[in-house]
């Protein structure tokens, strides 16, 4: 079956940098875009950024541009989203999201990990 299993989460000061990991499997890998999606507690889900099967194309929310970068290793098969100059907006839960489509169609969106909870706070 589909697992997508989110990793590297955790309390850390605003400014500070984490990398997320998203390991894969069940599913041919480099056949499918990824997603990362978030949800701040008490808020509704926020896509976050998308990279094609072969990374050649890649989308960033406007709230994240600049200061996130999303990855994959395929011979790995997981994906990756090195966040950086992390604020206490950036709190929630992230969860990696295996897509149809590149970019922020939920409806693309078919199999979610259970999310990794990141925590920006003083």
């Known amino acids: 079956e589909v697992q997508l299993v989110e990793s590297g989460g955790g309390l850390i000061q605003p400014g500070g940098s984490l990398r997320l990991s998203c390991a894969a499997s069940?599913?041919?890998?480099?056949?499918?875009?990824m997603s990362w999606v978030r949800q701040a507690p008490g808020k509704g889900l926020e896509w976050v950024a998308s990279m094609s099967w072969n990374g050649n194309s890649f989308y960033y929310a406007e709230s994240v541009k600049g200061r996130f970068t999303i990855s994959r290793d395929n011979a790995k098969n997981t994906l990756y989203l090195q966040m950086r100059d992390l604020k206490s907006e950036d709190t929630a839960v992230y969860y990696c999201a295996k897509a149809n489509e590149v970019g922020p169609y939920y409806y693309a969106m078919d199999y979610w990990g259970k999310g990794t909870l990141v925590a920006a706070s003083s």
């Open positions: 069940g599913f041919i890998f480099d056949d499918y875009a």
